[in-house]
């Protein structure tokens, strides 16, 4: 059974760091992707970033763009989200999520993609 569990989540104030990371306990196949979705408070889920197996395809989403870096780590089933210069509207439950695909430099994730119970990043002004 696959699981998956995120950590790194805390409070903080404007202009902090933070690293989530994300560790997957079994892989959902050979060459998974990887994806950081968000949920702001009382929003839908939204996609952060992205990253494939290789690790030389990346995708993030505009708002995270210069401030946020996704990485992996194969070898331990892990992915990190570091967050840098975090702005108020960050605030939201960070999700992981391996699986979906790249299609050129844009990824998407499917119905078919495993989800981990999140954790709560916030950020005060």
């Known amino acids: 059974q696959v699981r998956v569990v995120e950590s790194g989540g805390g409070s903080v104030q404007a202009g902090d760091s933070l690293r989530l990371s994300c560790v997957v306990t079994?892989?959902?196949?050979?060459?998974?992707?990887m994806g950081w979705f968000r949920q702001p408070p009382n929003k839908e889920r939204e996609f952060v970033a992205a990253i494939d197996w290789s690790g030389n395809t990346i995708d993030y989403a505009d708002p995270v763009k210069g401030r946020f870096t996704i990485s992996r780590d194969n070898a331990k089933d892990t992915v990190y989200l570091q967050m840098i210069s975090l702005k108020p509207e960050d605030t939201a439950v960070y999700y992981c999520s391996p699986g979906g695909a790249f299609s050129g430099t844009k990824y998407s994730a499917s119905r078919y993609n495993y989800w981990g119970q999140g954790t709560q990043v916030t950020v005060s002004s």
């Open positions: 079994r892989r959902p196949s050979n060459r998974y992707a």
